[in-house]
Every structure is written in structure tokens, then in C-alpha cells.
């Protein structure tokens, strides 16, 4: 008896260690896969850069991207939503080809054309906007209730302001450049390089309001996106459908706009690399990433982590395509993360407590 019930002993030890192991593997996995979505972005970001300020075409680009991104997915739609799009009906259809419309095909246009006027590190401060933005459309359109008289409501009215002035900052102060590093890869300081620059800095005005119409869209896009599971709740066929749609519509307005074959063509070159990379890592590895990081963690914790990519393309863009770094685009890149963080922690624990 007594050999018997050490046994079970050593067993129940056995079987806790591997608990306790699998604990430990899942505490960083998830923080892991977080930080490899905003490296993701990052890598977006500065690539699209190079790829536009190298003369590409920035609709053939979102065009590849999407058609590409769709090829990515439909895979996994068939393996995990198998014979599911034969339930896409009409009424679906219509709010697919709508959320493509308010979701990638005007926004990520506008997006673009704002990064050519402007920098990676300064474009990338408004995609961490957008949980801000579709708070505020959220409250007035009485989706969400302010409370403002809770800790949690104050704290994210603090965290809208100090975000915003942020931003203020960097679109109007720049200070002191900070010469931290002298080498970048990506880009070579040279006289076309420097006009180039030049010239965006002129434009720096028109490529905030792109940028700051492209975070309102996308903040649009998340109420209607929930618009879309209600009507067609399979997420796989539902992006698929999304991106080829979205390709489908910038490459119409590409077109219209320029007819060019040159402006189609693509080589072994950066922006092949740009249109793959996009694809792959920036829409189908970081869609699957953050719905395994929703199903385990909640859907605040993703969000939780988007700060980190501006801290990222800051340093990255710095080192590999020579963005400046000032005083007004250091201070108001910490404000902008205080802000957020801000915010999201205040909207997570109030969603704790409901």
C-alpha cells in the first residue's frame, strides 16, 4: 500500500511540474506573439516607405498587397470554415464589399499618400489613434457611455487628451534634431535623397490630415466590421472576402488614375519583398496572431501592445531609412504611448468590472 500510494505521489508530482511548465510557456507566449505583430507592423511600415519614396505606385501596391493577403487566408478558410462561404448571401455580400470599401481600400489609401508626405515614425503614430477615435465615435453615437465620474471614464478622457496633445506636438514642434546614430541601411544621404525629403516636409501638413482621415475611417470600419460577424460570423471568409474585395476596388481606382503600365510592373526587387511581406506578415500572420491572443487573453490585450510599435519604427527608422529624431518628435511620441496606455488599461479594467 505504502509503494502504491508513493506512487501516486510521485505521479501527482510528475503531472503538477508539467502543469506548472505549461503555465509558464503559455505566460510568454502570448506576450511573444504580441510583440512579433508590432515588429510586423513596424516592418510594414518602413518597407512601404522605402517602396513609395522609391517611386512605386501607391495603389498597385495596396492592390498587390490585398490580392496577395487573400491568397494568404483563403487556405486557412478552407481548413477551418470548410463549405461555410456557400452561406454568403446577398445582404452579406453587400456589407463585405462596404467593409472593404471603409476598411482597406479608402483608409489604407489615404494612409499611404499620407507616409509619402510625411515619415514612418511619424505616420505610425496614428495608427495607435485609432482605439482613441473609435472610443469618441463610439460616445457619439451613445455606443458607449462616458462615466465620467469613475476612475476608469477619467482615466480615459486623460488618456484621449494626452494622446491628441501628443500628437499636437510632433505635427507642430520638431526642436533640436537628436543625432543618436550616424548609419542607416535602407537609405544613402545623398543630394536626390535630400530633396526628397525636402520636399515632403513641405507636404507635412496635407499628410497629417490624410493620416488623421485614414485613423477616423478605420475607426469607422470597427463599427461596421461588427456589423459584418453579425451578418456573416465566419471571420476566415469574411477577411478573404474582405481583402480580394478591397484589391479589387483600389485596383479599379489605380486605373482610373493612371494608366501606365510601368506604374503595374513588378521586379525582383524592394517592392516585391514589400508586397509579400505585407501580405503575409502584416495581414495574415498578425490576423491570426491577434485572434489567438483574443481567445486567450481577452479582446483588450492586443490593443494593449500597439504602443510598442511606434517605440519600434522610432528607433528602426532612425537606424534603417534616416528618420530624424527631434526633441518635439521624442516628447510627443511619449505622450502619445502614455496616453494610450493609458486609455486601454482604464477601458480594460472597466471591462473587467462588467
Known sequence: MDEEAGVVTAAAQVTRKVE????????????????????????????SKVAIDGGMFVLALL??????????ILPVALLQERGKWKEMDWHAAGWIFLNAFVGYAVPMSMYYYGLQDTTASYAII???????????????????????????????????LVSVGGTMIISLYRGKVLHLWSNHILHHHNEEHDV???AASHHRLRGTILLAGSSFMLACWYLIQAKVL????????????????????????????RRDKNAWKIGWDINLVTIVYSGAFATALKYSLNSWAVSRKGPSYPAMFSPLSVVFTVVLGSIFIGDNITIGSLVGTVMVI?????????????????
Request: proline share 2%.
Open 63 to 72: 492592390t498587390y498587397r490585398s490580392l496577395f493577403g487573400a491568397a494568404i
Open 126 to 160: 496614428f495608427l495607435n489613434l485609432i482605439p482613441l477615435t473609435t472610443f469618441i465615435l463610439s460616445f457619439a453615437f451613445r455606443m458607449e457611455a462616458l462615466r465620467i465620474m469613475s476612475t476608469s471614464g477619467s482615466l480615459k478622457i486623460a488618456g484621449v
Open 196 to 198: 526628397a525629403v525636402d
Open 338 to 354: 502614455v496616453g494610450t496606455y493609458t486609455f486601454l488599461w482604464a477601458k480594460a479594467n472597466e471591462l473587467h468590472q462588467e
Open 20 to 47: 506548472e511548465k505549461d503555465a509558464e510557456m503559455a505566460a510568454w507566449k502570448a506576450p511573444a506573439a504580441m510583440l512579433l505583430v508590432q515588429l510586423s507592423n513596424t516592418g510594414m511600415v518602413l518597407l
Open 230 to 257: 453579425n451578418v456573416y460570423p465566419y471571420k476566415y471568409w469574411s477577411s478573404m472576402a474582405t481583402c480580394l474585395v478591397g484589391g479589387f476596388q483600389t485596383a479599379l481606382a489605380g486605373v482610373i488614375l
